[in-house]
C-alpha cells in the first residue's frame, strides 16, 4: 500500500505560481507511473499532468507550456510546478499513483493509490 500527502496549495493572483508535492510512503517505488489531477467544484476530475519511471511526461492541452511536473527519487517526491495561473486554475488539485506496468498516461481508472487533494485558487 502506498500513501500520497499534497501540499503546496493556497489562494493566488492570477499569473502567480504555485508548486505544489505529493509525498509518498509506504511500499514505494518512484518506478511507478505518476500523474496530477484535479477536480474544480461541481465538475468531473480531469487530467492535469503524468510522469512515468523512464521520466517521460504528459500533459493536458489547458496548461501544456504552464505547467511541469518533475520528480524527486531521494525524497520519493513528485512536483507539480504551476506558473501563470489563471483564474480556471482553481480546483482541488490531486496525485495519484500505480505500479502498472506500461504508460498510464491521463487515464484516471488507471491509477490505483490517490491522496486527499490540495486547494489551488487563483483570483482575478
Known amino acids: 500500500q502506498v500513501q500520497l500527502v499534497e501540499s503546496g496549495g493556497g489562494l493566488v493572483q492570477t499569473g502567480d505560481s504555485l508548486r505544489l508535492s505529493c509525498a509518498a510512503s509506504g511500499r514505494t517505488s518512484m518506478n511507478y507511473n505518476w500523474a496530477w489531477f484535479r477536480q474544480a467544484p461541481g465538475k468531473e476530475r480531469v487530467f492535469v499532468a503524468a510522469i512515468n519511471s523512464e521520466d517521460s511526461s504528459l500533459y493536458a492541452n489547458s496548461v501544456k507550456g504552464r505547467f511541469t511536473i518533475s520528480r524527486d527519487n531521494a525524497k520519493n517526491t513528485v512536483y507539480l510546478q504551476m506558473n501563470s495561473l489563471k483564474p480556471e486554475d482553481t480546483a482541488v488539485y490531486l496525485c495519484?499513483?500505480?505500479?502498472?506496468?506500461?504508460?498510464?498516461?491521463?487515464?484516471?481508472?488507471?491509477?490505483?493509490?490517490w491522496g486527499q487533494g490540495t486547494q489551488v485558487t487563483v483570483s482575478s
Open positions: 495519484a499513483a500505480n505500479s502498472r506496468r506500461g504508460w498510464s498516461g491521463g487515464s484516471l481508472v488507471l491509477y490505483d493509490w
